[in-house]
């Protein structure tokens, strides 16, 4: 079993910058890829981005593609979402996930994902 914990939520300007982290346990965090995707008020979770086990390769969703920069340190067992240029459509609870195979498969699916955190919130303001 795999526990998620997100952090570095909050209240910004739209304009401005957050960057989320998320902490995983376990020892076999380098084998998992790593997801985020958000869900906001009275609307379907979406997929934001995700990388790989290694971190050479990533993928993002349209919305926030050039904005936002998926990283991640094996060594910390820490996946970062750094959030640039935020606006107010990207309010959201975010949440990260795991995919335990490890693969690069429908990477964009929930459905993929067997871990996930309980979410922290991303409020932008106009």
């Known amino acids: 079993q795999v526990q998620l914990v997100e952090s570095g939520g909050g209240l910004v300007q739209a304009g401005g910058s957050l960057r989320l982290s998320c902490a995983a346990s376990?020892?076999?965090?380098?084998?998992?890829?790593m997801g985020w995707f958000r869900q906001a008020p009275g609307k379907e979770r979406e997929f934001v981005g995700t990388i790989s086990r290694s971190g050479a390769s990533t993928a993002y969703a349209d919305s926030v593609k050039g904005r936002f920069t998926i990283s991640r340190d094996n060594a910390k067992n820490t996946v970062y979402l750094q959030m640039n240029s935020l606006k107010p459509e990207d309010t959201a609870v975010y949440y990260c996930?795991?995919?335990?195979?490890?693969?690069?498969?429908?990477?964009?699916?929930?459905?993929?994902?067997?871990?996930w955190g309980q979410g922290t919130q991303v409020t932008v303001s106009s």
């Open positions: 376990g020892r076999t965090f380098s084998s998992y890829t």
């Open positions: 996930a795991a995919d335990r195979a490890g693969g690069w498969y429908m990477v964009m699916a929930s459905a993929t994902y067997d871990y």
